[in-house]
Each structure stands twice: as C-alpha cells, then as structure tokens.
C-alpha cells in the first residue's frame, strides 16, 4: 500500500503532461469557453468519448486527444507516435511488416491468430482491423479511450479504443495545401478544399495526402531500400441539412500503399531447434536440394552445396555473422520483398432531432480491405519461416482479402429537467471474405504451406446507459449491454514440397529406409505429395485413395505431408457487459470520478489444430476499477492542468498465441491464463508564464500473469524444453513497459501579430524495458531494453501576417537505435530462428503551408 501511495505522489508531483490538443469534434471547430484567457491558453478540449460532444476535462473516463498540429509537428506521423502523447498505450510492430501494428493499453493488446483484439481502432466511428501509417491527414483528432470500452457505442473490447475523426464538411469556403521534404528523400503533399455548396445546407470537402520517402535499410542483394513511405490517400465527405432537425453526412475514404516492404533483421539461432526441424526433412529429399551462394534452397544442380542438416546450419551462420558485420540499416536478400494495400471506408452517419431534447443517430459503415504482400519472418536466405505469401511459388491469390458492413443506432436524449443523459441502441457488424486470400509461406527451407481461412464473423448487441444528476455536482453513470458474437470458418491447410525433390522422394520410398515401396506406388505417393496446391480455395486435396488389392487393400493417398479436408469450425459467444460509476465536480470545477466496468473480447477458432486440440478458443473478460481526478487551476496567473488515473484489472482467460512442437511447427491461439493489471497515468501541463507550456505524460504499469506450478516433466517455462505444453506464467505481457513517460517544452516568441507566431518546442520521450513477443522468459533477447527518445520542432504561422506555415521538424535527434517489433522462435520447442524490426533513425525535414478562405480546421 504504501508503495501504490509514493508512486501516486511521484507521478502527481514531478510528471508532466503534454501542451493541450486544440481538438476538435466531428469537423467542427472546439467552442471556446468563457474561462479559455482566464486559463491562460489552455482552452478547451473537445471529446466524443461517449458519442456527444463534451469538455474533456468533464468526461469521467480515461481519454487523452491528439491534434492535427501536433501530427503535422512530427513529418510522417506514423501511429507508433502515439505512445509519446498518451500514457500507458504502447503500439509495436508484428510479425514482419512494420505498418502491421498492434495497440496496446493498459497490458491488453492482441496475439498473433487471435479474431479480434483488445484494442479497437475506429475511423469516423465505424470499427477497422487496420490503423496504419498514411490515414492521418486532414483529421479533427485521434482519441484514446483506455480501459474497457463499448457499453455505450460499437463494438465491445476489454482494452479500449484508438478513434479517428476525419474533418467533416463546414460551413465556409476555404482549405490548404502544404508540401513537406527532409532526408531520406520525404516529399509529402497534402491539401483539402471545404466548399458550401448551397449554403448551410449541402457541404463539400475533400482532402488528399501523397508521400514517398526513400526507405533507410538497404538491400546489398537486390539494390532495393526498404521501410520506405509510398502511398496516396484521398477523402471526400458531403454534408446534407434537407430540414433543421436532419442532417446526413456521408464519407468516402481510399488508401493505396504500395512500398518496397519491411527489412526484418536476422538477430540469432537455435541450433539444436533449427536443426531439428531440417534434419528429417533433408534426410526425406536426400540429394534432390542444394544450398546456393546466397544460402537459398533450390533444386540441387551442379556446384551447389547439398542440403543436409550440418550445411543449412553452416550458411544461416555465415549469413548471421554478415548481418551483424553490416549493422541493422543493410540487409542482403534475395527473396521477394514489398507491401500494396489498398483500403477503402465509406461511412454515412444521420442524425435527427426527434424533439428538442431527443435525437436519433444512425450510423452506417463498410470497409474493403486487399492486401498484396511478400516478406521474410525468418529474415534470411533459405526459408526458414519465408512469409512470401502472393509471391510464394505458383500463388496469384491477395493475402488479405475481406470486407465489413456495419449499422448502429442509436437514440438518446435529456429527461427529467435535464438531470438524466440517456441513451439505448443497437449494433451489429458482419466481417466476411472478399474474395479469395490465403497465408502462403515457405517453412523449413523446402515446404510449401498454403492455409486458408475464410472467415465470417456476425455481431449483435443492444445497450443502454445514463447519467443522473443528484445534484449540481453529483452524478451517478452506468451501462449495460448484451452482446452475441458468432464465428464461422472453413479452413485448410495445405502442405507440398517446393519442386526438386521428387526423385530423391522416390529413392527413399523405394529403399529400405523407405520400406521397400514398389515403384508404381511410389510415383503415385511421390505424385501425391508433389500435388498441386489449390491456393485461395478451400477444399478437399489429394488423390482419393489407391486400391492395391488382396492382402494390402485400399491405402489412402490424400496429401501424405499435410490437411487435406476443408473443415468447417462455428463458435458462438454471448456476453453481458456492464459499468458502474459516479462523479463529483467541485464549485472550482475540479472533477473526481470512480467506476468498475467489465469488459470482453470475443472467443475465436484457429485456422488448424493438432490432433486431439481444439480448434476454438474461448472469450477473455476483464473486471476494471478505476478512478482519476482532472482538475484546472489557477494560482495567480501560473495555470496548471492536472489529469490522473489509478485502475486495478482482473483479466481472466487471457488469448495467446502458442507453438507447438511438430515436424512442422505450428501455432495456434488458446485461453492460457488469468491476470492482474494495475497501473497510474497522469497527463499534465503547465504555463508558469505567458507563452511558456510546460507538459508529460507519465504511466506505471504492472501487469503480471497468475503464477502456475510448472510440470515437472514438461516445463513450460525451460526454454532447452523440447516439447513446450501450456503457457509460461513467467512471461512478461508483451508490449507493456513498466514505465512511459514524456516531458514536453512549447515556447512561444512575444513576438507582434504582424510578424506572426514563432514557437518551438522539444519532446523527450522515455520508456522502460519492454517484451516484444509473448514469450520473453523462453526468449529474453526478445526483450528491448529501455530507450529515451528526444524529438525537436520549430514553427512559424502566419509569416508576416500572410497565411502562410512554416515549419521544421527533427525526430530521433540523437539517432537513437531501438526495436519496435521481434519474431523471436529460437527457444528449442520453436523453430529457431529470431528477426527484429527497428525504428527509423533521424529524421528531419520542413513543411509549408498555405491557408485560404476560411479557418483550415
């Protein structure tokens, strides 16, 4: 207790928080409050936390708000920026694409496998799978909802909610169009136009955004630089007021990216579980592979090294020892690498005054996501985990393929003199194929895998929440919601050598080791397994079954190395969901606040199980209790913005994505643990003089997993274990450092307005080790250690009292290295092999703005 009661009066004390966000809300301008000179710039903070517009400092919940300016400031605003304006969320790179980001918050993020995540992203309220980099242009703000989210509004989580608003269209004629160029090539432009078309009653407005930028790691093998920017995004969005009680706007969002894909940096090996996992597959296609100069497996041809255990292990080493020669900025593959996305969102959103104290809000969404993609997990030459997916051998098909509908409504209104703020309302959502997709990659140098999941998912929910004025300054808030999600997937997984090997096959099958097979059911098995994948479909494969009469009979023929059925797996899981909490602001207008919530992440099924697993997981649930102050102040002329909260989270039937061990490994997502999160958040700032911001964000965060008497023949936690079975509760939750916290300095000359406003500003951010997978204590080089990170601006608005921008930026001004992401296998039960993802360098650049017609925001 007394360690929770330092820890509070530290971060209370000595943190600071970010300079205020002047956000504002669905496309409209933040109103200016009275007190806003009063509180000496300050002003005020606009949210839709709770889907109406409110203060921030009077909405009872966790939500900090990031600006366009404050996006703008940073050059190439990419979502990993949010964890230096926000505590205690972190957002980390996955598997082996760096724009495949995970959000986490509070500890609750999401595991590879799972259906749904933790965290869910939104733009213009409608939920998305995927918040990447180039869809921040032309916004009112991003919101950060942190505990358990959905009683109130979309979709149910347990974590909470990154929200997009994009600017809707306004009321006067006006825009900009501004140009950004730095090094690494950065050439950015973006532009938007409001136009009234018939005044206060038809609004048009559209924005762009183009940005390439030269990648900064560089491919020795191909000449290519990866982790580069190349993408173009368009917005539209038509406001429509037929009456003063109705208005419609609908919105129409594309994004085509299509960069040269992410370097993933090769970092270690296992050998005895690399080698393993070669050994009886180079022993099965004896003589039919080989080794290249580059360390690839091909068909074995002359002067090419053979394709055993001992000399696959000898060319990773050669390789990893080159990797750390050369340093993570240069890598040297071979294999296809690069990224094209293409994303499109229309959103419509009606709402009507029913009377004067009632309105009816309908909000419909769809998405279409394709993505076309090839990288390298294993982040070598020769297929140790090659995720080369639509560039695989033989594979035309996208590896993301899917679409959503959604429709919410929602009806809301004040009763009672105004004292009870009620809401009740519906959603539903249905995620489905868009056509066919698969996962293709190539494992343990020579194997094909193709796995296809098409997958559906139907949500249902209604809810209801209020809040009751007592008094002046009392109020007492709840919500409830029921919510039935349904899961319906037909999947298969296929399996085939690369070709090559089939007269080394036949040899095997035909000798002794192979059990003396005659030859004509060699070709046929040798046939068989050599078969054709059927990629993008879902079906049955292989070749029936094979009749060799009396005495040996019918022998089965399907595809002899993999699944060959399409199977058919439904869940289906219902949950209530609640939250309780009651409010007191003071007559200074301080706010205190209090609430225990519960919160829930649907259950799933995996795209394949082992024999004896099932392939379904269950839903995971967390219990939150919370509470937090916000509270201005004024001591004569030195302002001060406090906002603080405390939270404890019990976190039941965690989803985690384990391996198991097998001649091929394979990973699958199961409910493996309970836990317990706790943790402060303080967001802070301070004007101490005119034109002086003070600010921080500052989060403690302990999550820990219930601990678990490990079994004594298998223990889950011995990363030389052969056989890993469970889940280690030694684990640290991945992506959740201990500490985050960031100081913040704004600097405005008292300059005359003829000259303009010339501002500049620092950023250092600072955060403590972190696990960048699920299973740091069987891998502890997945781990980072802690990194601070120091970023620089200046800015000048309206040069010479023109409308004009200027401005420069320098990110990672100490060119700190660090990763954001780790693919780390190399305990013995896995595969292997580790690669790591890592952060852009220095950064520098300006920006020019011109601003015409009315306000640009």
Known sequence: MHKWKAILFAGAASVFLIQPAQAQSEGESAPAADGADRQGGLG?????????????QDVPIAVSVVSQEQMDQRGSFNPVDLVQTTPGLAVSASVSDRNNLTYTIRGQGFSFGTVFPAVITYFAEVPISRLTQGQFYDLANVQVLRGPQGVGFGRVTDGGNVMVSPQTPKEDFGGYVGVKVGNYGLRTVNGAINIPIVEDRVLLRGAFETARRDGFTRNLATGQRHDNLAYEGFRGSLTLRPTDTIENTTILSYQNTHDNGTA???????????????????????????IDANGSVVPMAPGLTPFTATNYLAAQHAQLDA????????ISLVDPLYSKRKNLYLVNRTVVDLADDIQLTNIFGYVREKEDEASNFGAANGAAVLTCHSACPNT???FTNAEQLSEELRLSGLALDGKLNWAVGGYMDEQRPGGPAENATINVAILQRAGVNDLTTKSRAVYGSLEYAITDNLKINGGLRYTHDRVLSRQATYLSPIPGGEEALKAFLMGPGGGNVP??????????????IPHGKCQDYGFGSLDLGPGVGVIPLNNVLGTATCVETRGSFKSTTWTFGASYKTDAGQLFYAKISK?????????????GVSPAYQPETDVSIEAGVKADFDFDGVFLRTNLAAYTDRYKAIQKNVVLPGAVPVSLVQNVNNGRIKGIEAEVSLIPVEG???????????????????????????????????FCSDNRFNSVPKTQYTLNLDYVLPLDDKIGKISFGGRLYHQSSVALTDTSALNPNAIEPAYTTLDFSLNWKDVMGQPVDLGVFLTNATNKLYRIGSNDLTQRSSLGVRGSIYAPPRMWGVSLKYRFGGDAY
């Open 44 to 56: 005020e903070i606009v949210v839709t936390a709770r889907r109406q517009e409110e203060r921030l």
């Open 519 to 532: 030859e004509p059911l060699a070709d046929v098995l040798v046939a068989s397994t050599f078969a054709p």
């Open 396 to 398: 035309d098909v996208l």
């Open 323 to 330: 990797q750390n020669a050369r340093g993570p900025r240069a």
């Open 599 to 611: 919160g829930y992440r649907p259950g799933g099924v995996n795209s394949s199980a082992p024999p």
């Open 264 to 290: 993933v940096i090769f970092g270690g090996i296992n050998d005895a579980a690399l080698g393993a996992n070669i050994a009886g597959l180079a022993g099965l296609f004896a003589g039919g592979y080989g």
């Open 692 to 726: 002086l911001t003070l600010g921080g964000t500052f989060a403690y965060t302990d999550a820990t997993f219930d601990r678990t008497t490990p079994d004594p023949v298998a223990n889950p936690c011995d990363p030389t274990s052969v056989a890993i079975v469970g």
